[in-house]
């Protein structure tokens, strides 16, 4: 069965400061793994997505995440932290199986304080 | 131009009665669905659709009851509101083919459903 962990409910990081949120999987078959931002009353936006090649993905806002597969993780980056950043953070992984369902991490909560 | 979007925002209404929520997407997205997301904010998926075919169904009760009338729309009809359906429901939509699920989940922005 797929699953995903995120191990931290809340991450909390100075303005400026490098953020990692971190996310593992379970391991069956080869996932596709995404990240999505959700910001107080609004739906998950999507942020970056690995499916294969170089294991370093680029996304949106300035976020980046690396793969790594003998570790079964996927952690979110940003050299930088912004107060903009403060959200709630999600992991997802899909697979070519069971109808392509995505299942979600139980968030991470990030704040960045001034 | 909202890509995913549901009606309504707000819902508040008493136990035993029944529902609906509707959601409709302009991407020209193949496949819709809708998440619950509870008081912890954990997403729970309930239903996928692909082209007005159900394609995922849950273990959700029976009283939530999906339609589809075409690839874009997905409406949730609810019956017989209980305490526990409280909670924030959300469509979402996304394009896949046959073989390859690797598109992103676009979401609306949730409808808040409170039953008193």
């Known amino acids: 069965a797929q699953s995903v962990a995120q191990p931290e409910d809340q991450v909390n990081v100075a303005e400026g400061n490098p953020l990692t949120v971190k996310c593992t999987y379970s391991?069956?078959?080869?996932?596709?793994l995404f990240w999505y931002v959700q910001y107080p009353n609004r739906g998950l936006q999507f942020l970056l997505k690995?499916?294969?090649?170089?294991?370093l993905v680029k996304g949106s806002y300035g976020f980046e995440a690396e793969f790594n597969k003998s570790q079964t993780s996927f952690h979110l980056k940003k050299p930088s932290a912004l107060v903009s950043d403060s959200a709630l953070y999600f992991c997802?992984?899909?697979?070519?199986?069971?109808?392509?369902?995505?299942?979600f991490g139980d968030g991470t909560t990030l704040t960045v304080k001034p | 131009d909202t890509a995913v979007s549901q009606t309504p925002k707000y819902l508040v209404t008493q136990m035993g009665n029944d529902k609906s929520i509707k959601c409709e997407q302009n991407?020209?997205?193949?496949?819709m669905y809708w998440y619950k997301q509870d008081s912890k904010k954990f997403l729970k998926i309930m239903f996928s659709?692909?082209?007005?075919?159900?394609?995922i169904n849950e273990t959700v009760p029976n009283r939530f009851s999906p339609k589809s009338p075409d690839k874009a729309h997905l409406n949730l009809h609810i019956n017989s509101l209980e305490l526990g359906d409280s909670a924030v429901y959300f469509c979402?939509?996304?394009?896949?083919?046959?073989?390859?699920?690797?598109?992103?989940?676009?979401f609306g922005n949730g409808t808040r459903l409170t039953v008193t």
């Open positions: 690995y499916i294969t090649g170089d294991n």
């Open positions: 991407l020209g997205h193949d496949t």
């Open positions: 997802a992984v899909r697979f070519n199986t069971n109808a392509g369902k995505s299942t």
């Open positions: 979402a939509s996304s394009q896949d083919s046959p073989s390859s699920y690797n598109s992103p989940l676009h």
């Open positions: 391991v069956s078959g080869n996932p596709y």
């Open positions: 659709y692909n082209n007005k075919e159900l394609i």
